[in-house]
């Protein structure tokens, strides 16, 4: 039982415009959402988190929405740079100190 | 950066043999985790820890066990590994003050002949 789905394993844009990545999930108890950033041969690292009190949160470029009613959410990068080529990962949690549970990740390639 | 280190980086192994894996944390966070990634499946939770000598299961805990004498050291084995544990693991840490975000280390990629 996927709990948090990644439907697109890949996604490719041209620098400078936007990147969207979605992630649906089905587990109504997740009440906090987090974004991952995992380049090749390194660990996750954290980028962004929404809290589900909130429908948008954002950090300079990166911007997270969440829309409840439809378990959904999405990370939108603007612009987009070749440097965010990477595997992102969304995450959601019940509480804190919880397990995180993942999606399946989606392959980000930003072409000059 | 957190202080996480994971040893070894590397390992090759064979079918059958004992493994363990190290993850050792200097941020003197409460919890650790241990997840794997494959291919399909994202990250998957091993097992985790919310204190010394307190663990319990995660979803793919079949073959594995773990141990958390110290609070800055969190080890994994697979008592008799097999080929489908060949994996890239990965260990994360959180703090307890109402901290959602884990913080992971560099991983250890095993592979099991």
């Known amino acids: 039982d996927q709990q948090v789905k990644q439907n697109s394993p890949s996604l490719s844009v041209q620098e400078g415009r936007i990147s969207i990545l979605n992630c649906d999930y089905t587990?109504?108890?997740?009440?906090?959402f987090l974004w991952y950033k995992k380049y090749p041969a390194e660990g996750p690292t954290f980028l962004i988190s929404?809290?589900?009190?909130?429908d948008k949160n954002e950090d300079g470029r990166f911007t997270v929405f969440l829309n409840k009613s439809a378990k959904h959410l999405s990370l939108h990068i603007v612009p987009s740079q070749p440097g965010d080529s990477a595997v992102y990962f969304c995450?959601?949690?019940?509480?804190?100190?919880?397990?995180?549970?993942f999606g399946e990740g989606t392959q980000l390639t930003v072409n000059p | 950066d957190a202080g996480i280190t994971q040893s070894p980086r590397h390992k090759v192994t064979e079918t059958g043999t004992p493994v363990t894996l190290r993850c050792h944390q200097t941020?003197?966070?409460?919890?650790m985790y241990w997840y794997r990634q494959d291919p399909g499946h994202g990250l998957r939770l091993i097992h985790y820890?919310?204190?010394?000598?307190?663990?319990d299961k995660g979803e793919v805990s079949d073959g594995y066990s773990v141990s958390r004498s110290k609070t800055e050291d969190f080890l994994l084995t697979l008592e008799s590994a097999t080929s489908s544990q060949t994996s890239v693991y990965f260990c994360?840490?959180?703090?307890?003050?109402?901290?959602?975000?884990?913080?992971f280390g560099p991983g250890t990629r095993l592979t099991v002949t």
């Open positions: 994360a840490i959180s703090d307890s003050q109402g901290q959602r975000e884990q913080y």
């Open positions: 587990n109504s108890m997740f009440d906090y």
């Open positions: 929404i809290s589900s009190i909130k």
């Open positions: 995450a959601a949690s019940v509480k804190s100190g919880s397990r995180l549970t």
């Open positions: 941020e003197n966070h409460r919890y």
């Open positions: 820890s919310y204190g010394v000598k307190d663990t």
